[in-house]
């Protein structure tokens, strides 16, 4: 991708950091997975982005056992749902910060907005097949809050 686009700012600045970010989000290198996104940044609230850097970083903050800025990531990208919502994984990008946002917030100890982020989240999810894993998992969270 790089090879192809070496001039592309979007490509070389926030999608292929992106992508080296989740990489290492899944390999529990939470740290180095928020240093490469630094770069993505200044791009976070452009529409071509769609707040991809702001949802892996929220993910690695949450690898890192850093709730509060997760929390604050993944509210950037509810806070602003016109550009999360004009693309194809936007929309399910978009759904599922609310579910990492509750998880954000139960890691900060804030159990009450914990709480609220599930209930928005099931809420969004409430047509879906029940035995969809990730609903599965949220529905079994929140049960562990009460």
Not at 71 to 83: R, S, V
Request: charged share 25%.
């Amino acid at each position: 991708m790089i090879k192809r686009s070496p001039s592309d700012t979007y490509v070389n600045n926030v999608w292929a950091p992106a992508i080296r970010a989740e990489v290492e989000v899944n390999r529990g290198n939470p740290a180095k997975a928020i240093d490469l996104l630094q770069s993505a940044s200044v791009y976070e609230f452009g529409w071509r982005a769609k707040y991809l850097p702001n949802y892996v970083r929220g993910r690695a903050c949450l690898g890192a056992r850093r709730g509060t800025e997760a929390a604050a990531e993944f509210q950037k990208i509810l806070d602003h749902p016109g550009i999360t919502l004009a693309g194809s994984a936007a929309p399910l990008q978009y759904s599922l910060s609310y579910l990492q946002l509750a998880r954000a917030r139960a890691m900060s100890g804030d159990a009450a907005g914990a709480r609220i982020a599930y209930q928005d989240f099931l809420r969004l999810w409430k047509d879906a097949d029940p035995d969809v894993p990730v609903l599965k998992q949220a529905r079994g969270e929140l049960a562990k809050m009460r």
